[in-house]
Structure formats: C-alpha cells, structure tokens
C-alpha cells in the first residue's frame, strides 16, 4: 500500500513540464533523480582513456575542480550549458564546446562536443593562455579524436569518474 | 525524497585526498552561490545592473559574483545581495551527509526563491500551529485514554479483589459498568492520534 502511494507521486512529479526525471528502483527503495547527463571520454586507437590519463597528471587542486566542474554540468539543462562555466565554440572548432575553470591562474579548457540528447564527449583536454588555447590547434586535435570515435579508429567510455 | 542527485560510497570515495576534498569543496560551494544570483536575477527578470543598483554595486561587481572562479566573495556583499533580493542568508558548516545533499541539484529551477511575503509567511505560520495543536490534540486523547483504561484495570482488580467471599451480585456489577463505559479502547485512539498525525503532515 505505500509503495502504490509513492509511485502514484513519483507518477505525478514526472510529468512536470520542463525538466526531466527518472525514477531510480533499486532493493525495493524508490528514488527520484534529476535527469542525468552522461560523461563519456575519448578512448585512443591504442586504447587510452586520453582523458584519464590527463587526469592523472594534474594536482589535487585540478582534479578537485574538474570533478565539481562535470558534476554541476551533468545536471544543468542544455540552457544553462552557458558561460561562465561552459561555452560553444565558434568558426572552425564548432561544435565543439569548452569546460572553462582556473586553477592557480591557469585556465583549463577541456574541449568536447554534445553526442546525443544528454551525452557530452570529452575528447581534448587544453589550456587558455592570453585568449588563445595552449597547444594552438587544441581544436584541431579535438575534432581529430572526434573523428576518430565516429569512425572507429577511436572510441569513447563512459566517464570513470562518478558524478553521483 | 531528495530531487537531486544521490551520492554513492564511489562518488564519496573519489574525496578521500584532503586537498582535493578542499577542492572541489570550494569550488562547488563557489558555483552554487553564482549559480543561485544569477537564478535569482533571472527569476525577477532583472540585469545584473539592476541588480547592482539594488544592491548598491556596479555591475561589474555583480557580473564577478556571477563567476564560480572569482574566490574573492565577502560576507558583507553576500549579505547586501541577499537583502536585494528580499531573501535571507544561511551560512553554516553541516555535516557531510547533509551537504551532498544540500548541493544534489543546482539545477537554475532549484535555486529560485521567494522574497519576503508577509502574508504567505502568516498562512505558513498558521498551517503549522494548527497542524501542531492537531497533533497535540491526537496525542493528549491518546494520553487520556491510556490513563482511563488503567483506571479502568485498577478498578477492575479492586473489585476483583473484593469480591473475594462476596455473592454474584457484585460481579454483575463490574460487567455492566466495563459494557456500559464510554471510554475508547486504546487502539481507537491510537488510531486518531496517527490519522491527525498524517492529516497534519500533509496540511503542513
């Protein structure tokens, strides 16, 4: 009887205009999440999580931020996909995107672009220094490994990183 | 029920460096405050010049609070954005658990709020006393009836206890006062205190 009653208001609440849930059945608990988007990184023709292995190398500080950076992103609607935390990208890198983020006055721009409805691709991981990406073809090498995934050269994981 | 995110022991194991932890403690707490002015900048339809002049600051200052790498947020200013949006400021240092969860949805709709309003303040207000005098009410039966139904068992055993070497007459008499007695068992106040109960929750 109460679990008719909670799914009869879950019922309710996912009908909501505007914004996306999922109900979540797990051991006989019944939860409610905000719609999700996925976090995928570009997997090398060697085989490298490109994206992981830039993790790595990074500081605690970087880590810590790039970590709370993809999960306020990971549940914001495409609208809000917008400055000061993200921006589409312009001319020749469309469409990709960019995660924007300081660390110790080093800008760090993490490129991807959108793969499906709620799916955003890592695939390049680079600075911004004086208005201009560090390495300068960062876009290049972006939609270089873009490619890669669209025609199976390369190929894409789901973030390792947990978001929830 | 939490409409946000649910954080897993791997989501919370990614944390356990400290400098990390601090990290992206900072900088989620950093967002959410420009993610919540900006929400509630929008959500009045002003510019953040309007907003500035609400606040007695340019905006430029307001564009900054705007931005989660800007790290140089003063209470002072809080405060002052606070009041122009006719909101309070909660600043508080909770636990763990409660944090995830307080930071599960950042989402621009969940950080909307209403300003001041005396009058839907007062109807929270009034729900709330009356949802607690309901409860106190079911509670206070469900108390007296406990106390009427002792009685009633010390009564009984008196009279059991005199009618030892007594005639009949006596035990007919107890009969009809426990059938004749007007006193709810205690299950049915039980059951009045808990549907007061829910009714309070749900008017609440």
Same mark, same amino acid.
């Given at each position: ?17 505007? +914004? &996306? ?21 570009? !997997? ?10 830039w993790?790595?190398? %990074? ?16 549940q914001?609607?495409? *609208? ?6 993200? +921006? ?6 469309v469409?990709?995107g960019?995660?924007?983020f300081?660390?110790? *006055?080093? %800008?760090?721009r ?6 499906g409805?709620? !799916? ?8 911004? *220094? ?14 270089r490994?873009?490619? =890669?995934?669209?025609? &199976?050269? &390369?190929?894409s =994981? !789901?973030?390792w990183?947990?978001l929830? | ?7 897993s022991?791997?989501?919370? #194991? ?52 705007? $931005?989660?790498?800007? #790290? ?12 122009? /949006?006719?909101?309070?400021?909660l ?8 944090? /995830? $969860?307080?930071? @599960? ?27 607690t005098? $309901?409860?106190?009410?079911? /509670?206070s039966?469900? /108390?007296i ?15 059991? @206890? ?6 009949s ?18 299950g ?16 609440a």
């Amino acid at each position: 009887m109460a679990l008719a009653r909670r799914e009869f208001t879950i019922a309710k609440l996912s009908c909501a205009p505007g +914004r &996306g849930y999922i109900v979540r059945h797990r051991k006989n608990v019944i939860s409610l999440m905000v719609a999700f988007w996925t976090i995928r990184c570009y !997997v090398s023709e060697q085989g490298v999580d490109e994206i992981q292995a830039w993790y790595i190398r %990074q500081s605690a500080k970087v880590q810590g931020k790039f970590l709370s950076r993809l999960k306020v992103l990971a549940q914001l609607e495409l *609208k809000d996909w917008r400055l000061p935390l993200f +921006r589409w990208l312009h001319g020749d890198c469309v469409p990709l995107g960019e995660l924007r983020f300081e660390v110790q *006055k080093v %800008q760090h721009r993490p490129l991807g672009y959108r793969a499906g409805e709620r !799916v955003f691709t890592l695939t390049f991981c680079a600075k911004e *220094k004086s208005n201009r990406f560090v390495p300068a073809n960062a876009c290049q090498i972006a939609l270089r490994h873009k490619a =890669n995934i669209e025609n &199976g050269k &390369g190929s894409s =994981n !789901v973030c390792w990183l947990r978001l929830e | 029920m939490s409409a946000g995110f649910a954080w897993s022991k791997e989501f919370v #194991g990614q944390l356990g460096n400290e400098e990390l932890r601090n990290a992206y403690t900072a900088d989620h707490v950093r967002t959410r405050i420009a993610l919540q002015i900006r929400a509630l900048r929008e959500q009045r339809d002003w510019s953040q010049a309007e907003l500035g002049e609400r606040a007695g600051k340019p905006q430029n200052v307001i564009s900054r609070l705007e $931005d989660p790498d800007y #790290g140089a947020v003063t209470l002072k200013t809080l405060l002052g954005i606070a009041a122009a /949006f006719n909101l309070p400021l909660l600043v508080d240092m909770p636990e763990w658990e409660e944090w /995830f $969860d307080r930071m @599960s949805d950042l989402s621009s709709r969940a950080l909307h709020r209403q300003g001041f309003d005396l009058d839907r303040l007062a109807a929270i207000a009034d729900r709330r006393a009356a949802a607690t005098s $309901d409860a106190a009410a079911a /509670f206070s039966r469900m /108390f007296i009836g406990q106390q009427v139904i002792h009685d009633l068992y010390s009564s009984v055993a008196n009279y059991n @206890s005199a009618l030892i070497g007594q005639g009949s007459r006596e035990q007919e008499k107890v009969a009809a006062m426990l059938s004749t007695s007007t006193v709810p068992p205690l299950g049915a106040a039980l059951a009045a205190a808990q549907n007061a109960a829910v009714a309070a929750a749900r008017a609440a």
